[in-house]
Every structure is written in C-alpha cells, then in structure tokens.
C-alpha cells in the first residue's frame, strides 16, 4: 500500500519561505515521478513541479519558476523550497507520484501567504 504524508505547511508573510516534504511509503521515491501539485481555493487543482527518478531532473510550472526549488533528500523524501512567497501561492499543496500509470496523493498541507 502507498502512502504519502506531506508536512511544513502554514502562516508565512509575503516575501517569506517555507519548505515542503513528502514522505512516501509502500515505494521508492526513485522509482516514480514525484511532483507537486496545489489547489488555491476557489480554484482546480494545478501542477508545480516535477523531479523525475533516479536523473533526479527537476520541471517547474512558470508560476513558481525561479522562486520554488524540488529535490529529493538522501532518506527519499521530497522536498519543496518555497522563497519569495506571495499572496496568490496560497494553497493546499499535495504531493504527487506517479507509477506505472497509477497516481498517488497525500491528504495535502494548507499554505496561506498573508501579512
């Protein structure tokens, strides 16, 4: 069974940072794509970003290119780095794996970006 159980969300200012993780169970994360995914309220849910397996390439949404960073740690867990938040990155982020044509979701971390 595949689980994943993402964690670091909350209350940051604008211009503020957060970091995201995702730990997965029942699977390697080198073996399938991880991504994130937020949904901004009022809003369908939108890809954020990518890391693919073992290459380790990382794809980013242009809304968060250049202020958001994906990696992986050693231990496998997914990374989000998010700098220079602002307002409209508030959001339920959910992290993403994708094996062998099947998805799997965590239950999602709330993020507000609010002075």
């Not at 397996?53 to 998010?82: H, P």
């Amino acid at each position: 069974q595949v689980q994943l159980v993402e964690s670091g969300g909350g209350l940051v200012q604008p211009g503020g940072s957060l970091r995201l993780a995702c730990v997965m169970s029942g699977l390697s994360t080198d073996e399938a794509f991880m991504s994130w995914y937020r949904q901004p309220p009022g809003k369908e849910r939108e890809w954020v970003a990518r890391i693919l397996n073992i290459e380790t390439s990382t794809t980013y949404s242009d809304s968060v290119k250049g202020r958001f960073t994906i990696s992986k740690d050693n231990a496998g867990t997914v990374l989000l780095q998010m700098n220079s938040l602002k307002p409209e990155d508030t959001a339920v982020y959910y992290c993403n794996a994708k094996y062998w044509g099947s998805d799997y979701w965590g239950q999602g971390t709330q993020v507000t970006v609010s002075s």
